[in-house]
């Protein structure tokens, strides 16, 4: 029986889920403990700040059962926003079920009637090559770029 997935915009009482869900992928990808008093703060402050971005979830059956951030890049190159697509996280039993390619296409679509934006972007760790697939399989292409950055 194929899983039943809604796509949705997060509110506020999806904080809790996003927490849990950054907690856990931190865990799974880096081997890395995120601390609840410092992602909490985060999350709450991009759910209160749209013009930073937003969260999706991923329900069935009214469970939230998946997640993604996007935060916007303004390309002058382009003159448009790419939608970077960050902390994406998928509860383990509903793994290869569809539910990011749900997520995904659900944004593709949201764009359809935003003509600043001019793609999407993301990140991924070197070793995932799960996560690779999948975003290979829905059209996304690797890039020639490598990221640097400097923590403050």
């Excluded at 509110?11 to 992928?25: C, L, V």
């Excluded at 998946?66 to 003159?79: C, K, V």
């Amino acid at each position: 029986m194929k899983t039943k997935i809604k796509v949705r915009k997060a509110t506020p009482k999806d904080a809790e889920s996003i927490i849990q869900f950054n907690i856990a992928m931190a865990k799974e990808t880096e081997n890395k403990t995120l601390k609840r008093e410092e992602i909490e703060p985060g999350v709450h402050g991009l759910i209160e700040k749209p013009e930073y971005g937003f969260y999706m979830v991923a329900e069935s059956e009214g469970k939230v059962v998946g997640s993604l951030m996007i935060t916007f890049e303004w390309s002058d190159w382009r003159n448009g926003l790419f939608w970077w697509i960050q902390s994406v996280y998928v509860i383990p039993e509903f793994r290869r079920k569809g539910v990011y390619k749900t997520m995904y296409l659900t944004i593709k679509a949201m764009t359809k009637e935003k003509p600043n934006v001019c793609g999407f972007r993301l990140y991924v760790e070197k070793e995932n090559t799960n996560a690779q697939k999948t975003y290979t399989s829905l059209g996304m292409n690797e890039t020639h770029y490598k990221m640097f950055e400097e923590m403050k």
